[in-house]
């Protein structure tokens, strides 16, 4: 149940700065948000990496944080360039189905791992309940096509970014998640260059409190993410990556709990599927 806990922890923060950033995007550069975004979550997670003990980091272990740390920079550009669109209620249960689906398939796969019967009912109930939780009233802005395909690459990335992560190992501690924010700083900065030369072509890039709000969103996704990898050093990884992928339950509940939201009636049976996946995935096995 430790590894369920984290997993579950990981969710709410995930939840927690996916909700901010989306925010954030609409007040300045969405790229220039998650370059800021890294830079808070590579400040924490050094922090972090010097407070876990890594006795054995091996070259492996930091390219596989590397290449984990150029999947949250692909996918978080393309997540919050859905959101600054207004695309929300198409990019975000895109994004969310795919990040679970494509690390799941690849567990079994590539990685050896055996889900229970009652898991394997789990991941099978969390993939509708996601779609179903993360949906929002229509857009109006256009056609879904380019929301479709933001979600789409987003949901590869962070895909990416979980399979990577759990390939590290336990020797390493928090390392390679400090090395893969390096690597998402990097891998985002091209797209927000523009932003900070101030070119033709550029946005707002972020000042003052949305440029701090912004570096602590990337610092409670860089927590999100060290809760993610002691979670998977608890359990299979199919399992940490469907409870790590249950963030978009966050903004619905703190819609109905803080701002007095009504549910929807697919949101509700969305939450009810979330929760039963919850408790067959953290059944104990055979």
């Not at 876990?52 to 590397?66: C, F, H, N, R």
């Not at 109905?256 to 096995?285: H, N």
């Amino acid at each position: 149940m430790t590894g369920a806990w984290a997993a579950l922890g990981s969710a709410f923060a995930y939840g927690v700065a996916d909700v901010a950033g989306g925010l954030l995007s609409r007040r300045a550069g969405f790229a220039g948000v998650a370059l800021l975004g890294q830079l808070g979550g590579l400040a924490c997670a050094l922090v972090a990496a010097l407070l876990v003990p890594a006795p054995g980091v091996t070259a492996a272990d930091l390219g596989w944080g590397a290449l984990s740390g150029v999947g949250t920079g692909f996918g978080m550009v393309f997540l919050y360039r859905g959101l600054s669109r207004g695309h929300m209620s198409v990019t975000v249960p895109v994004s969310a189905v795919g990040g679970v689906a494509l690390p799941v398939a690849a567990g079994v796969a590539f990685l050896g791992d055996r889900p229970t019967a009652a898991a394997w009912t789990g991941i099978a109930v969390v993939l509708p309940a996601l779609w179903l939780v993360s949906r929002s009233a229509p857009d109006g802005e256009g056609t879904t096509r380019p929301a479709v395909v933001n979600g789409l690459l987003a949901g590869a990335g962070i895909g990416v970014q979980y399979l990577a992560l759990a390939r590290t190992g336990a020797d390493a501690g928090i390392c390679p998640v400090a090395i893969g924010r390096v690597a998402a700083v990097l891998a985002i900065a091209p797209a927000a260059w523009p932003d900070v030369r101030g070119t033709e072509d550029a946005r707002r890039f972020p000042a003052g409190r949305v440029a701090a709000g912004s570096a602590l969103t990337g610092g409670i996704a860089a927590a999100a993410l060290v809760l993610y990898l002691l979670a998977t050093r608890q359990q299979l990884v199919v399992v940490a990556v469907v409870l790590s992928s249950l963030y978009p339950v966050v903004p619905v509940l703190l819609g109905v709990t803080a701002l007095r939201e009504r549910l929807s009636a697919a949101q509700a049976a969305g939450l009810v599927g979330a929760g039963s996946a919850v408790v067959l995935l953290t059944l104990p096995g055979p």
